[in-house]
């Protein structure tokens, strides 16, 4: 049973560009969260999602970044027209779906984007 | 959520108790406590949560108090492997977790 698979494991792109963050979560597993860890930070929640539906994007900022968890495939986080302060450590989580879903999340071992 | 609170930075002797503890005083009566630690630049691993009773696994101890303010996460024979950030989280109804800025505890030979 594999775990949260994140990829690619690291990625670099050029201040403009756009990148794509691929998480596909545990198997049996129907929530997603991805979160951003800035270098010597914390990590910082930026979006809960389940199949085809967004819960909280509250962590997200407003501008240049989406996500989404379609029916079929991984989740994507888009980060559109990168600039040098979006380098971080992007990590997905996963966890069940389940009337009380009170287990702990499942971390990917995280994308670093560096942007140059 | 509640927010908590932890020591920035703790040290522990190999093969010794590491004790973390997590002040939690705005916690809610349906809100569990959560602990996750995060090794080097890895993804953070779960290690126990509970909510007012004590909970132990093979990781870990977690001791809440009766008044439901304040936990203590227990390595009860830290290794140099332990060495990581510990975060303690209190997770709420709306089924997603905030991480603090956690402890970094330094377990040393």
């Known amino acids: 049973n594999a775990g949260v698979m994140q990829n690619p494991r690291h990625l670099v792109r050029r201040r403009g560009q756009e990148a794509r963050l691929r998480c596909s979560p545990m198997?049996?597993?129907?929530?997603v969260y991805w979160y951003r860890q800035l270098p010597e930070e914390g990590l910082k929640f930026m979006v809960y999602?389940?199949?085809?539906?967004?819960?909280?994007e509250s962590g997200m900022p407003k501008e240049r970044f989406s996500a989404e968890f379609p029916k079929e495939g991984p989740s994507i986080l888009r980060i559109q027209q990168v600039v040098r302060g979006d380098s971080a450590a992007y990590f997905c989580?996963?966890?069940?779906?389940?009337?009380?879903?009170?287990?702990?999340?499942?971390f990917g071992s995280g994308t670093r984007l560096t942007v140059v | 959520d509640a927010k908590t609170t932890q020591p920035t930075s703790m040290d522990c002797a190999e093969g010794r108790a590491a004790n973390l503890p997590c002040n939690h005083s705005?916690?809610?009566?349906?809100?569990?406590v959560y602990w996750y630690r995060q090794i080097h630049s890895q993804g953070p691993q779960y290690i126990i949560h509970?909510?007012?009773n004590n909970e132990t696994n093979e990781m870990a101890s977690l001791i809440i108090t009766e008044d439901r303010k304040s936990s203590t996460l227990i390595l009860p024979h830290a290794t140099l492997r332990d060495t990581a950030v510990y975060y303690c989280?209190?997770?709420?109804?709306?089924?997603?977790?905030?991480f603090g800025a956690g402890t970094r505890l330094t377990v040393k030979p």
């Open positions: 999602l389940q199949k085809e539906n967004i819960i909280d």
């Open positions: 509970g909510l007012k």
């Open positions: 989580a996963s966890s069940p779906l389940s009337a009380d879903s009170r287990g702990g999340y499942t």
């Open positions: 705005t916690i809610s009566g349906n809100e569990y």
């Open positions: 198997k049996g597993h129907s929530h």
């Open positions: 989280i209190v997770r709420g109804g709306n089924n997603d977790m905030r």
